[in-house]
């Protein structure tokens, strides 16, 4: 007879194993390995696997054939994150709102609570972190309906569910989900293992009782949610909240959605009497742009829609060794790939120079397109040339440089020179085939067009 075996099985993502993890090597869950005890294996030769016991099997059905509903949505109010989410809230669902301490995500959520009060939705917030006292005060500046919803000072997840399932709300925010624990694991709230715990457990509440949940979550200085990816696979979405909080803007976007797409992003401003969306964001940069060297206008896209943003650079002799790259709005490699092409491809030597890069209003320009961009910046800036004629309308770019020094097109040519065209922006130099009238296939011939028809007289030394 054979005996019984252990297998290591994964909580998250049901990996099995006959070792056990700390970590689950399939979905990096930390503590999730349970013990159990398998089936006796019987043993039919070389190689055979565990034989599971005879029964009906399960019917698979053709897709076409499966009834698909379309969620029903409730929407926040607020139109910036109604399109990031897709639509609004899905009753029974989970949303993790993540960003940095003092992005935002409080006011966020007190003013999606306050609208949805407004329209008469059961609305409840949960804070883990402030008194009600302070959570009135900020209420106080979002607008009258901020003050109708009922708030519940707690970190007792015990308590924060019986309040559910008495209140039964359409929408709850819990803020924020690293200050809940319970008492039935040992550890401190806002541990890998009591964030899991707590979530989970809101989670079945959620789903059993059709409740919108929104938790908010602190990210850690490495920019990771509480614990490598512990609630991520947990919930139906993921939003980021990103920007410094120094400067105006935030923007809103999603990095996981069951429910929609991942590729929205919502701009905010933030003003003294809370958030307010950025509905035409580029006219924003595109005012505030400078002529002078250094500065270029990038014909980016912020998710799926097109936004110009203007990109700063500075280059100074450098007194210190390894000379500084500063950037704000960028990746830091991706910033010194740009310097390397420019140096290797572009004539753009800055090995003793300190170089810093801003891409302004707090936006981040994380995409391929930002290169030529970046590129052109640092070149005006080294050579103390404005881009352009300095007549007429400034100019604008997008491409994304290869390490050969060639000039890559990106998504959404497109819509990017349609947007360049709406604020009159000329010429906005392009990769080749993407349909301006500026086209450029390598860097070189970018910075010809970018930096070249300039009068002698403007030249400065
Ligand atoms: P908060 O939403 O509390 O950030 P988080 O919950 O992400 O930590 O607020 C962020 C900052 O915004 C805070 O420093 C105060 C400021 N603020 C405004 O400028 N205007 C406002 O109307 C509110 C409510 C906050
Ligand atoms: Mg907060």
């Not at 929104?214 to 939003?239: I, M, N």
């Amino acid at each position: 007879m054979p005996r019984p075996s252990t297998v290591h099985v994964c909580r998250e993502c049901g990996h099995a194993s006959v070792r056990w993890f700390g970590q689950c090597p399939d979905c990096e869950a930390w503590n999730s390995m349970e013990e159990r005890t398998a089936a006796p294996a019987v043993r039919r030769g070389p190689g055979s696997a565990v034989r599971r016991p005879r029964a009906e099997a399960p019917v698979a059905v053709p897709l076409g054939e499966v009834d698909a509903v379309p969620a029903r949505r409730l929407p926040t109010g607020i139109g910036e994150l109604d399109r990031v989410l897709g639509g609004g809230l899905v009753p029974g669902s989970l949303v993790l709102l993540g960003g940095s301490p003092g992005i935002g995500k409080s006011t966020l959520t007190a003013m999606a609570l306050g609208q949805m009060a407004a329209a008469g939705r059961r609305t409840l917030y949960v804070s883990g972190e402030e008194s009600p006292a302070q959570v009135r005060l900020r209420a106080e500046r979002l607008g009258a309906g901020a003050l109708r919803v009922p708030v519940l000072a707690e970190t007792d997840v015990d308590a924060v569910l019986a309040t559910i399932e008495a209140e039964r709300p359409d929408v709850c925010v819990v803020d924020s989900v690293q200050t809940l624990h319970s008492a039935e694991l040992p550890g401190a709230a806002g541990s890998v293992a009591q964030v899991r715990e707590v979530a989970d457990r809101i989670a079945r509440l959620a789903k059993g009782r059709g409740v919108a949940v929104v938790l908010v979550g602190h990210v850690t200085k490495e920019g990771s949610l509480a614990g490598p990816r512990v609630l991520e696979h947990l919930v139906d979405c993921v939003l980021q909240f990103e920007g410094e909080r120094e400067r105006t803007y935030r923007t809103l976007r999603a990095h996981k959605n069951r429910f929609g797409s991942t590729n929205d992003a919502g701009v905010f401003e933030m003003r003294q009497d809370g958030l307010v969306e950025v509905l035409d964001a580029s006219a924003r940069f595109v005012e505030a742009a400078t002529r002078a060297p250094g500065s270029v206008v990038l014909a980016g896209m912020e998710g799926s829609r097109p936004l110009l943003v203007e990109v700063q650079a500075l280059v100074s002799d450098s007194e210190v060794q390894p000379p500084r790259r500063v950037c704000s709005g960028l990746d830091r490699n991706r910033l010194a790939l740009v310097l390397a092409v420019l140096a290797r491809h572009g004539g753009v030597g800055l090995g003793g120079a300190d170089v810093f890069v801003n891409v302004v209003g707090g936006v981040r320009a994380d995409e391929p397109g930002a290169d030529l961009a970046v590129a052109l910046a640092v070149a005006s800036a080294a050579r103390n040339l404005a881009l352009g004629t300095g007549e007429g309308p400034p100019p604008a770019c997008f491409g994304e440089l290869g390490l050969t020094g060639e000039l890559r097109p990106v998504a959404h040519s497109d819509r990017r020179l349609a947007e360049a065209a709406r604020f009159g922006l000329a010429p906005v130099i392009a990769p080749a085939g993407s349909g301006s009238g500026a086209e450029a296939p390598s860097l070189r011939a970018a910075l010809r067009l970018a930096l070249a028809p300039v009068a002698p007289a403007r030249r400065a030394a």
